[in-house]
């Protein structure tokens, strides 16, 4: 974790449903985390947590390798901005997404552009998703000719009850041809900032695990 490196905090209230804020690194030391006030992500507010308040904490390294951490919000400080300082994490900081992101199964909502006007506007819904890309269904009759940059739109439904709007350029890979005649276009992120690609692979990590829940519970 380097200084201006962004973390994303979730709290879970009890009888309520996960918040999660977003703030930055703006100091270090032996024991502590100085980080700027956190933006609520549904808000766009700045919040401010009581001291003694448990965390869970991510952030994504230079490889985007996403790392995960319980902590605690310790004192208000005041350094070249005002802020906050939290623990530093034990023995209990976890990887938890490898640098080859693993593409799960989902349902995005997901429109589809072409920069150049090669083919006119798609919507349609995904079938899977990672950080680098997704696998989308391509509607009867729709086409996706041309070899320029295509501009999508997701939405991404996550279970803090949260909706994530991003806007992404993609490139497409192949067209898959179902026996079923319904076919699916497999696209691959290309310029996604950092801030987006840890939304998706936050959203790919919450369908893993709501995942396993269903395999326990069978």
């Known amino acids: 974790m380097k200084i201006g490196s962004v973390l994303t905090l979730e709290l879970?209230?009890?009888?309520?449903?996960?918040?999660?804020?977003?703030?930055?690194i703006i100091?270090?030391?032996?024991?502590?985390?100085?980080?700027d006030y956190p933006i609520h992500e549904k808000t766009k507010k700045t919040s401010f947590?009581?001291?003694?308040t448990v965390l869970r904490a991510m952030f994504m390294d230079e490889k985007q390798?996403?790392?995960a951490f319980k902590t605690e919000i310790v004192a208000k400080?005041?350094?070249?901005?005002?802020?906050?300082?939290?623990?530093?994490?034990?023995?209990?900081?976890?990887?938890?997404?490898?640098?080859?992101?693993?593409?799960?199964?989902?349902?995005i909502d997901v429109a589809i552009h072409s920069k150049n006007n090669s083919f006119s506007p798609i919507?349609?819904?995904?079938?899977d998703i990672s950080g680098g890309g997704l696998s989308v269904i391509l509607p009867h009759g729709k086409t996706m000719e041309g070899d320029g940059p295509l501009d999508l739109w997701l939405t991404l439904d996550m279970q803090s009850g949260e909706y994530f709007y991003i806007n992404a350029e993609a490139e497409l890979?192949?067209?898959?041809?179902?026996?079923?005649?319904?076919?699916?276009?497999?696209?691959?992120?290309?310029?996604?900032?950092?801030?987006?690609?840890?939304k998706i692979v936050r959203f790919s990590f919450e369908?893993?695990?709501?995942?396993?829940?269903?395999?326990?519970?069978?």
């Open 123 to 127: 919507v349609t819904v995904s079938t």
């Open 27 to 35: 100091e270090k030391s032996e024991h502590y985390l100085f980080i």
């Open 173 to 198: 890979v192949f067209i898959k041809e179902q026996e079923t005649l319904v076919h699916t276009a497999s696209l691959k992120f290309i310029n996604l900032t950092k801030e987006d690609q840890h």
């Open 65 to 67: 390798n996403l790392y």
């Open 77 to 107: 400080v005041k350094l070249t901005v005002p802020g906050i300082a939290i623990k530093l994490p034990g023995d209990d900081l976890k990887r938890i997404q490898r640098r080859e992101f693993v593409r799960v199964e989902a349902a």
């Open 207 to 218: 369908k893993q695990r709501e995942a396993r829940k269903k395999e326990l519970s069978v």
């Open 12 to 24: 879970k209230k009890a009888g309520k449903k996960m918040e999660t804020y977003r703030c930055k």
């Open 49 to 52: 947590i009581p001291k003694g």
